[in-house]
């Protein structure tokens, strides 16, 4: 039963996560009120309107073989990726039973990583409100709940810092906004969640960045966005934790 449950919200995570994509873009395209939530959905260049069976998630953009029927318009891969990961986040989190603030914190990495995407930036107000987020509910756990967390603050205020200081001597930029969510999740997680998520996206980002370069598609000192590669980060850690905190205890402590 647990089991089929988990799956049901899997599917429904996909239906949120399509419809998170189509309100974001409408955001960003300054689509007002009502017609945020009631125009429907369109193809992003010329318009037409699409077919229920062209909003599948995932499966329309293989059936069409990601393309708009009418003018060909090329959809980014971005959006089934996404997408699926968003499923994927929110299955896991009812599954292994994790706090709700996880179902949040998923959705703040989801919408963060589809500015990042298209700006190469988050927008201060999100990056404010997340870590206020972070804050309260942090507060929330220790001092209400009296669920003193083996948090991470520490931590993340380290590695941040060390982060910081670190692009500043080589005047490579990285991201403030990207630096901010690191340690505003020093708030949020446990210390081998942490660990284990730095671990991950770290070796991540290595990965894409080399077969950017590979493919001669960046250099060296092309900054690329990183909330995406995070937000898969952080989906992949929530369904491995258990491994991964085994693989964790071995390097730390052998
Ligand atoms: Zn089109």
Not at 111 to 122: L, Q, V
Not at 188 to 212: G, H, N, R, T, W
């Amino acid at each position: 039963m647990h089991l089929y449950i988990t799956v049901v919200i899997f599917f429904l995570g996909l239906a949120v996560a399509s419809f998170l994509n189509a309100l974001l873009y409408r955001i960003d395209n300054g689509y007002k009120y009502p017609e945020i939530f009631l125009k429907g959905s369109h193809c992003e260049k010329c318009n037409k309107q699409l077919h229920w069976y062209e909003l599948i998630p995932i499966l329309s953009f293989f059936i069409f073989k990601a393309k708009c029927t009418q003018c060909g318009y090329k959809v980014p891969l971005y959006y089934p990726i996404t997408e699926f990961f968003l499923g994927l986040s929110i299955a896991s989190i009812y599954y292994f039973s994790l706090p709700i603030t996880f179902y949040i914190l998923i959705l703040f990495f989801f919408s963060m990583s589809y500015f990042d995407r298209i700006y190469k930036g988050i927008p201060k107000d999100i990056v404010h409100i997340f870590l206020l987020y972070s804050f309260v509910s942090f507060v929330i756990y220790t001092v209400v709940y009296k669920e003193i967390q083996e948090n991470s603050i520490i931590f993340a205020t380290i590695f941040a810092s060390f982060v910081f200081l670190l692009s500043k001597t080589l005047k490579k930029k990285f991201g403030l906004g990207d630096l901010l969510v690191m340690f505003s999740l020093g708030f949020l997680l446990s210390l081998p969640f942490y660990l284990s998520f730095l671990y991950v996206f770290l070796f991540i980002a290595l990965i894409y960045s080399l077969i950017l370069i590979a493919l001669k598609k960046a250099t060296i000192r092309t900054s690329i966005p990183l909330l995406p590669l995070m937000f898969i980060s952080f989906s992949l850690v929530l369904i491995f934790k258990e491994q991964l905190f085994l693989i964790l205890e071995k390097i730390l402590f052998i």
